[in-house]
């Protein structure tokens, strides 16, 4: 079992930066496919970015494909997203989220696809 926390959200005018973190609990982080999603006001929980085991397979939403980067540091069980060029249509509470695997190759996009979810951090930006 794994337990997740996120930090780094907060308040930001739009073009500008944060970076995420998600520590997890646990000495098997490393057998964990990871993932960012996101959910605003009224609206669904949507797939932001994933990323497999040895962080070399990742995927991203569209939406922020360019603007977003995800890694891991397997060594420090943390997860980051870093969001540049950022938008008021970026504002929601982001979420990290992990699933056992036993294939490093797979990248899961599906929220009902993990097991563990952290409870979330505040992003906003402003216009």
């Known amino acids: 079992q794994v337990q997740l926390v996120e930090s780094g959200g907060g308040l930001v005018q739009a073009g500008g930066s944060l970076r995420l973190s998600c520590a997890a609990s646990?000495?098997?982080?490393?057998?964990?496919?990871m993932g960012w999603f996101r959910q605003a006001p009224g609206k669904e929980r949507e797939f932001v970015a994933a990323?497999?085991?040895?962080?070399?397979?990742?995927s991203y939403a569209d939406s922020v494909k360019g603007r977003f980067t995800i890694s891991r540091n397997n060594a420090k069980n943390t997860m980051y997203l870093q969001m540049n060029s950022l938008k008021p249509e970026d504002t929601a509470v982001y979420y990290c989220?992990?699933?056992?695997?036993?294939?490093?190759?797979?990248?899961?996009?599906?929220?009902?696809?993990?097991?563990?979810w952290g409870q979330g951090t505040q992003v906003t930006v402003s216009s």
């Open positions: 646990g000495r098997t982080f490393s057998s964990y496919a």
């Open positions: 989220a992990a699933v056992l695997t036993s294939k490093d190759s797979i990248v899961f996009l599906r929220p009902g696809s993990y097991d563990y």
């Open positions: 990323i497999n085991w040895s962080g070399g397979r990742t």
